[in-house]
């Protein structure tokens, strides 16, 4: 299995130094920490990690929106860890899309758990994302066949079930897929209207 890499953004030394010995003692980390969030987005982007731990204290909504929009949550799981937070900080990191945000402060044995949890969460986001894009494009291809089986029933004077199957042959005569055949059929309908 890879090694994970991993960006710590902490600015205090020592908070740094309890991190990488939580994830040391946790498993096999490539990792490496940003003290500085000066340019953080850039820094994060050229050391391209696994995952982002971010140990933020007590995080303004500017810091929490600055540092979510720099480590590119939807690229990757972000943990962040807080000291104490409002309902309001909670909900803007979540909508920023920060894996696991974590009240009450960074602990050395909290670390493992907490990063496990972001990488599923993750994962499980990710591919409800993926499942919603392909439930779009499939609801936009249907709605691009029923136009084109309207248009031929209209023109031919024919079912919608012989419409289909007119389509359904064309596509498979072409080798193309029904919905690029539906497709340039309502874009030669639309020219000639």
């Given at each position: 299995?890879?090694?994970?890499?991993?960006?710590?953004?902490?600015?205090?030394?020592?908070?740094?130094?309890?991190?990488?010995?939580?994830?040391?003692?946790?498993?096999?980390?490539?990792?490496?920490?940003?003290?500085?969030?000066?340019?953080?987005?850039?820094?994060?982007?050229?050391?391209?990690?696994?995952?982002?731990?971010?140990?933020?204290?007590?995080?303004?909504?500017?810091?929490?929106?600055?540092?979510?929009?720099?480590?590119?949550?939807?690229q990757?799981?972000?943990?962040?860890?807080?000291?104490?937070?409002?309902?309001?900080?909670?909900?803007?990191?979540?909508?920023?899309g920060?894996?696991?945000?974590?009240?009450?402060?960074?602990?050395?044995?909290?670390?493992?758990?907490?990063?496990?949890?972001?990488?599923?969460?993750f994962?499980?986001?990710?591919?409800?994302?993926?499942?919603?894009?392909?439930?779009?494009?499939?609801?936009?291809?249907?709605?691009?066949?029923?136009?084109?089986?309207?248009?031929?029933?209209?023109?031919?004077?024919?079912?919608?079930?012989?419409?289909?199957?007119?389509?359904?042959?064309?596509?498979?005569?072409?080798?193309?897929k029904?919905?690029?055949?539906?497709?340039?059929?309502?874009?030669?309908?639309?020219?000639?209207?």
């Amino acid at each position: 299995m890879k090694r994970l890499s991993v960006i710590v953004v902490e600015k205090d030394r020592d908070r740094a130094i309890m991190i990488v010995d939580g994830l040391r003692e946790a498993g096999d980390f490539d990792v490496r920490i940003i003290g500085d969030d000066i340019g953080l987005a850039r820094k994060i982007a050229d050391q391209n990690p696994d995952l982002v731990l971010i140990d933020a204290g007590n995080p303004s909504r500017d810091a929490l929106e600055e540092l979510t929009l720099a480590t590119a949550p939807m690229q990757r799981p972000v943990a962040m860890f807080v000291d104490g937070s409002d309902g309001a900080l909670t909900r803007a990191a979540i909508e920023a899309g920060v894996s696991a945000y974590v009240v009450d402060g960074l602990r050395a044995e909290r670390i493992k758990p907490v990063l496990d949890a972001a990488i599923a969460r993750f994962h499980m986001i990710q591919k409800m994302r993926a499942e919603l894009a392909e439930t779009r494009r499939a609801l936009e291809e249907r709605k691009v066949i029923d136009r084109a089986k309207g248009i031929l029933m209209r023109a031919r004077g024919i079912s919608e079930e012989e419409a289909y199957a007119m389509m359904r042959k064309a596509a498979m005569d072409q080798g193309r897929k029904l919905a690029d055949v539906a497709q340039a059929l309502v874009m030669a309908a639309d020219m000639l209207k």
